[in-house]
């Protein structure tokens, strides 16, 4: 019996000093853990006040147990060995209470974590560059609706979807309409280290099959007998189709993904602005948008509005470039002044002339036939007339150059500074999510820019002498501005590639045409 009572004795002081010791040793890790700035430290003297009492239990256990080890009567120890059990039972409770309240702690803390990343992840949201986008794209698709449903009460030149083919009505709609708005919305889903979530992926995938069923319902059907002849070309031409709209996803993607890195590269890329002529007067306002801001900015007043409305490539930098001043007085002054600018313009552009005029630009251009819709959604499968400033030639000038320069180099640009500045902190999938959508803009630029020096090429080996002879302004001024468009293309696309290439060669992967390749943090 004595053995018995020795022996239970010493389990129980041995269980309750244990108990003791791993609650002091939780508390002091918990005390001498570094508290993130911002973050209030956690009271420890309950959980010191519990472990006090810990230990006084286990005191009184290791009487108790001397108490049994002492006794000279059975009975007297069976008497003290209940007491000992019962006083190991208390102890055993309070560790218990003691541990829950330890749990407690954790989970308020991890809690607190998950806020405090919810809270980072709304704040990266550009909300001064969402606002005045979301708001001028709302304005043009009233401008749409209103040369659908009211023309003549605007002295448009009606436009009528429902005598086109509903295939590339269907495909025109989410190419333009569906396909950006729902990308760029995942795009903002993103993280730093992963890139895009597979959700916006698989959600360009059905975009992606849905438009080309359509593409090849109208090419059985209303395009039939308007296809180029040879297959080989037409084969090509759908490739081209499908770069083409790979690209353009992946540019209206890039505007939301951007965010994810957007805090911690802001101000590595505009260290370099101030070495730009007159960058850096520029410096407060990007700063103010930040990286992803600009990226948005850029996609929707450059890239998609200017494309949407086929504005002729003449005006389309004009065009852009009130945007763009409409987006930076609103993120500069606020949403009243902002809005109310924005207001002022649409209904001065709609009221006059420029509106019809556009109007009339849209219709000619996009809703006049079924093959010139087909070429609106990106898939070029037949041939137009020649002649015409709508022509096959007409559209290589006035509208291709508009995607060339104002779509494709400008995302390039943004899309290889993004990817040289974050590549340490992106994992291998994001890295080659990236570099996709690099490679095939290059692929798509590249084609255009030999599209628009095919033509300019044959029209100054003809005209030039004619023109200089005759002394025609106008055809010197539109082959003079043919030429900057080519070479500024080349010039453009042969640049992005080299920044690409000193991605991987650069130990900064940063590399700049005036310093070559520099360091991030310098």
């Not at 700063?287 to 900015?297: H, I, M, N, P």
Request: glycine share 8%; proline share 3%.
């Amino acid at each position: 019996m004595r053995q018995l009572a020795d022996r239970d004795a010493a389990e129980g002081q041995k269980a309750s000093a244990t108990s003791a010791e791993e609650a002091e040793d939780s508390v002091k890790a918990e005390e001498e853990e570094p508290v993130e700035e911002g973050r209030p430290a956690v009271d420890a003297s309950d959980l010191l006040e519990k472990v006090h009492d810990l230990q006084e239990l286990a005191d009184r256990v290791a009487a108790q147990s001397q108490k049994v080890a002492d006794a000279k009567t059975a009975d007297e120890a069976k008497e003290f060995l209940e007491d000992a059990k019962a006083e190991a039972q208390a102890v055993e409770k309070s560790a218990h209470s003691t541990a829950e309240h330890m749990e407690t702690i954790t989970d308020r803390l991890a809690a607190e974590d998950q806020q405090e990343n919810s809270e980072m992840a709304v704040t990266k949201m550009p909300w001064n560059a969402i606002w005045p986008c979301a708001t001028m794209v709302l304005l043009i698709y009233i401008y749409f609706a209103m040369g659908i449903l009211t023309p003549h009460s605007m002295g448009y030149e009606p436009l009528e979807p429902d005598r086109r083919d509903p295939a590339l009505v269907l495909a025109a709609v989410l190419y333009w309409v569906a396909m950006p708005v729902a990308l760029v919305s995942l795009g903002f889903g993103a993280t730093c280290e992963e890139g895009a979530p597979n959700l916006a992926y698989i959600t360009y995938g059905v975009f992606f099959a849905v438009h080309f069923v359509c593409i090849f319902r109208a090419m059985r059907g209303s395009l039939s007998e308007k296809l180029h002849k040879s297959t080989r070309k037409l084969v090509f031409m759908l490739v081209l189709a499908a770069l083409e709209h790979f690209d353009m996803a992946s540019d209206a993607l890039f505007t939301g993904t951007s965010a994810a890195c957007s805090a911690e590269i802001t101000g590595l890329w505009l260290q370099s602005w101030p070495d730009v002529p007159g960058g850096g007067l520029m410096v407060p306002m990007l700063s103010k948008l930040g990286f992803s801001g600009v990226a948005l900015t850029l996609f929707i007043t450059n890239a998609y509005l200017p494309q949407l409305l086929s504005v002729l490539s003449f005006f389309a930098p004009f065009v852009a470039l009130v945007f763009l001043l409409l987006v930076m007085l609103w993120a500069a002054f606020g949403w009243l002044v902002g809005l109310a600018a924005m207001l002022s313009v649409y209904g001065f552009v709609i009221c006059s002339r420029i509106g019809r005029g556009q109007m009339d630009v849209f219709h000619e251009a996009v809703d006049s036939e079924d093959l010139r819709l087909a070429f609106y959604v990106g898939a070029e499968v037949g041939e137009l007339r020649q002649g015409g400033d709508f022509g096959a030639q007409g559209r290589v000038v006035l509208i291709v150059g508009t995607r060339l320069v104002l779509e494709n180099l400008l995302q390039l640009w943004l899309q290889s500074s993004y990817l040289s500045l974050s590549f340490d902190r992106m994992d291998d999938y994001a890295r080659w999510q990236a570099m996709a959508s690099i490679v095939v803009g290059l692929l798509v630029a590249g084609g255009k820019g030999f599209q628009i020096a095919a033509v300019f090429v044959l029209k100054l080996a003809t005209g030039t002498g004619r023109a200089v002879r005759e002394c025609d302004i106008f055809t010197i001024i539109f082959g003079a501005v043919g030429v900057f468009m080519m070479l500024g293309g080349f010039g453009g696309l042969a640049w992005v590639l080299t920044k690409v290439i000193f991605i991987f060669r650069c130990d900064s992967h940063v590399w700049n045409l005036s310093t070559g390749c520099v360091s991030p943090g310098t």
